[in-house]
């Protein structure tokens, strides 16, 4: 497998191979996934050596001296991070580690699982050589996560979460022991050491992949969700309806290397049915007790905490824990707090403009996720994200004012009125007729 022809044909590949010297390695995923031949999604390089040069010779760079690192962007979206090669040790479980430099091979040994601890030479002598830690090799050819030493979940528990994305995402089976340590790690309390803001980047990265409601559901099955917040849980089927639902919301529609030579690695297979068998069933044990916590990235994910006393005060709290933003915070306690107050009122909606009142204060994840929960609300959702959210009037407040009508409230409210008709269906989808209705009370 020609790793480095592959390697140039990538975003920033050609720019990287050009400006490379000896020591410098390309290292962890993207060796991983160039073996299981998919396309990386970034690019890590390991210099044992002058890393900061290496940068400058890429590009402008953002440098991070603590951790002898720098992120060069280069245009057309490319993203390559620089790193010298280096040991961690850590003051204390879940801290930030303390690094010096080191040879290549202690850094492969202070990765996260073997099938990342993995470099490929680009320059020199060795280039084109692939270099591993024990068992990085057939760990990768069986499709199998194994961490590399026994308090590796302890030193860093955000690897809980990752070893969930790349169970997934991956289609590996986590090795025996590694997934004692897990379980060890999560009863243990390993995730309480971590700050909230550390937690929060892996759960946001949970939530970008592929198919997040898998890797969920993995988190769950785990007990890392409830190590988050002990009363935060996640139920498949009823994501999957919310999903469904939402697609219709007009927002979501818009020659081999010689050296240590790992040969190539299986393809990543399809984690799917697999994680769908895993995850919890929805239930229906009384729509009251399962208010739900909606996050926005990329797609609408739901997850959910019992009930409280304030729901949206508490999916508030945790969040900020999590250093979401206001923005994603505010939406998403908002939709929480509503879902309840829904799944009875949107039944009971019985003329579109009375729907239109009910849900036009919440955000369409709340909408969607009451229609997830009980089926005699699903119609109604439905209909409000995949069609009268859309319905608009031909006219505006300058055509009101163009008719005499005095700059004030009174236009909102006439705009108001002839869109609640215009929903009901009293109104044609003409300009002409709109605007006679909202001038009807004038003179």
Request: glycine share 12%.
């Amino acid at each position: 497998m020609d790793l480095l022809g592959r390697l140039g044909e990538l975003p920033g590949g050609e720019r990287l191979l050009a400006a490379a010297t000896p020591g410098a390695y390309l290292v962890g995923g993207a060796v991983r996934d160039l073996l299981l031949g998919q396309a990386p999604r970034e690019l890590d390089v390991v210099v044992e050596g002058d890393a900061a040069a290496l940068a400058a010779a890429l590009g402008a760079a953002v440098e991070h001296p603590r951790f002898g690192t720098a992120l060069v962007e280069l245009p057309g979206g490319a993203r390559i991070d620089v790193a010298r090669a280096r040991r961690e040790r850590y003051a204390a479980p879940g801290a930030l580690p303390d690094v010096e430099p080191a040879s290549l091979a202690e850094d492969l040994l202070r990765r996260d699982f073997t099938v990342n601890a993995i470099a490929l030479a680009l320059a020199g002598k060795r280039r084109g050589e692939l270099r591993a830690a024990p068992h990085a090799c057939e760990d990768l050819r069986a499709g199998r996560l194994r961490v590399l030493h026994g308090r590796s979940f302890e030193d860093d528990p955000t690897r809980l979460l990752r070893l969930a994305r790349y169970r997934t995402r991956l289609g590996f089976a986590v090795q025996e022991e590694t997934a004692g340590l897990a379980e060890q790690a999560v009863a243990g309390g390993a995730l309480a050491t971590v700050s909230g803001a550390r937690l929060g980047a892996e759960l946001r990265l949970v939530l970008a992949e592929p198919d997040p409601v898998v890797t969920l559901a993995e988190l769950e099955r785990r007990g890392v969700l409830r190590a988050l917040h002990p009363r935060l849980r996640f139920e498949a089927a009823v994501l999957r309806r919310a999903v469904q639902l939402l697609a219709a919301d007009a927002e979501v529609g818009e020659g081999r290397p010689a050296g240590d030579g790992c040969t190539e690695g299986r393809p990543a297979a399809d984690a799917h049915a697999e994680g769908r068998r895993a995850a919890p069933g929805a239930g229906r044990d009384g729509r009251a007790d399962r208010p739900y916590l909606p996050l926005r990235a990329g797609v609408p994910l739901p997850l959910a905490l019992r009930a409280g006393d304030d729901r949206g005060a508490e999916v508030a709290a945790l969040l900020d824990r999590l250093e979401f933003t206001a923005g994603e915070r505010d939406r998403v306690a908002a939709a929480a707090a509503a879902v309840s107050e829904l799944v009875d009122g949107l039944p009971r909606a019985a003329r579109p403009s009375a729907l239109r009142e009910l849900v036009l204060a919440v955000p369409s994840e709340g909408v969607a996720l009451a229609g997830a929960l009980d089926e005699a609300a699903a119609a109604p959702a439905r209909r409000w994200l995949g069609e009268l959210r859309a319905v608009r009037l031909r006219i505006g407040g300058e055509d009101l004012l163009a008719a005499g009508v005095p700059q004030g409230p009174e236009i909102g409210r006439r705009l108001e009125a002839t869109l609640r008709r215009r929903l009901d269906g009293e109104l044609p989808d003409e300009r002409g007729a709109q605007l006679r209705a909202a001038l009807e009370r004038h003179g």
